[in-house]
């Protein structure tokens, strides 16, 4: 990580996102948010700068990712709802896949080293074992989780090809 460097947070306006730009900031990290603000707040990003617009927007991020100098993302933007997931499925794999692989591809232009993932317990169906560990059979059973499932193969795929390491969290509520 460049010492400098802010952490671009995707969907930093959203719930999960402001909790994140609040703990970053809290840690004295510098810290951009890229929200469409479809479903964010723009209040919700206290203190740090906000870029309204897309994750697909594969200009604007390569551009905010140079001249922020970010070495890093925090990628919360997705669609989460499971039952529109299925009502609607190709919305989700616009958004959630395509769009992820834009912004991906901004970030190998950008030279930005990391990217964490905000995926889901869901991508683990309805387990056989309880507690669920990581050696868990990842099977999705909507279009939703298998978004989530789908991007993290995909992010294993951007570090073997273009060394963006990634982590990915499955969270359970």
């Not at 890229?34 to 707040?41: F, V």
Request: glycine share 6%; proline share 3%.
């Amino acid at each position: 990580m460049r010492e400098s460097s802010p952490t671009l947070v995707t969907g930093g306006a959203g719930y999960i996102g402001s909790h994140t730009v609040r703990a970053l900031r809290s840690a004295q990290r510098k810290v951009v948010v890229l929200d469409s603000l479809e479903y964010g707040r723009s209040d919700a990003v206290i203190g740090a700068e906000l870029v309204v617009g897309d994750i697909a927007d594969n200009t604007l991020v390569t551009e905010l990712c140079r001249v922020h100098d970010v070495d890093q993302v925090v990628h919360f933007a997705a669609y989460k709802s499971v039952g529109e997931s299925m009502e609607d499925p190709a919305r989700y794999w616009r958004n959630n896949v395509s769009g992820t692989i834009e912004l991906l591809d901004a970030c190998v232009a950008a030279g930005v080293r990391r990217v964490v993932f905000s995926s889901s317990c869901s991508v683990y169906g309805t387990p056989e074992v309880v507690p669920v560990t990581e050696a868990a059979v990842v099977a999705p059973e909507s279009v939703y989780a298998e978004s989530k499932a789908t991007i993290e193969r995909i992010l294993r795929w951007y570090d073997t090809t273009h060394g963006l390491e990634s982590v990915s969290l499955r969270y359970f509520n």
